[in-house]
């Protein structure tokens, strides 16, 4: 198992060198099922690595691109009259033939397309109509936004925020990795080098041994103290929600099955802690007014909250 996690990182990391934890985090995501955010300026290489990543594991995937004028029926289909039958047909819309949607600068789309993604990504299925029909499985977005204050862009709702399990942030490359990227395209594009290593039937497997991890009460109960404390913080307004916490074991799941362990220790929770728990708290205005930042909230979480003892 071990050997095809290992290949999955090296081959992903042909098209974005230097960025092992963010592809990490990405491919324990996919592990754990959830969604994943890209918050970043553009030209990072965003949506090259989510590309990259989908295509070593044998994914299907669709890309969007998200304007003001995408309209809810691109995401989910819509029904067409047909004459020569006399009946209403469904038409699909981009989630509902693939594996992996790759959704471009979410943030520049209006809330009610936004919206239209909302049951895809809590429950793996579309209804139009009437009609319920189930998505491809796995399912996973991946979405990119650029900065808030962008020209064009808006902030997310907080419902759409929080149907995403971690929002990660790539950086800019160091000079080594610059310069290794410089290279590569010299004479070619990497993304052509991408093979599968392994196949979809083997990352549903994966994923339902990720289920099977166990997770000890103390370390339920560690997660439990987190959230209700993020609620209770003077510095926020809205605190992790239940939906939070419930990422936050499957997140820890997947890091300790990355590390090849059938059980979650307290430091899985919080290695994962600020990429789950970031995007989820809404600061106060007094938090805002004193240059309290949500990072600083989740450390100040992590410095008070007790630590159980791994071996209970």
């Known amino acids: 198992m071990q050997n095809e996690l290992n290949l999955i990182l090296s081959e992903t990391e042909k098209v974005i060198s230097g960025k ?3 592809i990490k985090k990405m491919l324990m995501s996919i592990l754990a099922e959830g969604h994943i955010l890209l918050d970043d300026v553009p030209g990072i290489g965003k949506t090259t690595l989510a590309v990259a990543l989908g295509r070593t594991m044998s994914l299907s995937y669709n890309r969007i691109q998200f304007t003001p004028d995408v309209l809810p029926s691109d995401i989910v289909g819509f029904s067409m009259y047909n004459k020569d039958t006399g009946v209403f047909e469904y038409k699909p819309g981009v989630v509902t033939t693939t594996n992996l949607l790759l959704g471009d600068e979410i943030n520049r789309t209006s809330s009610k397309t936004q919206s239209a ?11 139009v109509d009437g009609h319920t029909y189930p998505l491809k499985a796995p399912f996973i977005v991946i979405a990119t936004q650029n900065n808030v204050g962008t020209a064009g862009t808006q902030l997310l709702p907080y419902a759409q925020m929080d149907r995403f ?6 950086g800019y490359p160091n000079q080594a990795a610059q ?3 410089l290279r590569r395209r010299q004479n070619a594009d990497p993304l052509r ?19 099977s991890i166990t997770a000890k009460d103390s370390v339920l109960d560690y997660i439990t103290r987190l959230t209700i404390a993020s609620r209770e913080h003077p510095m926020t307004e809205i605190g992790i929600s239940p939906r939070g916490a419930l990422f936050l074991d499957r997140m820890a799941k997947a890091r300790a099955y990355m590390e090849e362990r059938n059980y979650v220790l307290p430091e899985d929770v919080r290695t994962i802690f600020a990429d789950v728990c970031i995007h989820r708290m809404i600061l106060s205005q007094k938090a805002r007014l004193s240059g309290k930042t949500g990072l600083d909230v989740v450390n100040e ?12």
């Open 193 to 211: 080098d991408v093979s599968p290593v392994v196949s979809l039937e083997r990352v549903l497997q994966m994923q339902q041994e990720m289920r």
């Open 165 to 170: 399990l971690v929002r990660l942030s790539i």
């Open 20 to 22: 092992t934890e963010v």
């Open 301 to 312: 979480l992590l410095e008070t909250v007790a630590v159980p003892d791994h071996k209970r």
């Open 179 to 181: 310069m290794d990227m």
């Open 117 to 127: 993604l909302l049951e895809a990504m809590e429950e793996n299925q579309v209804t």
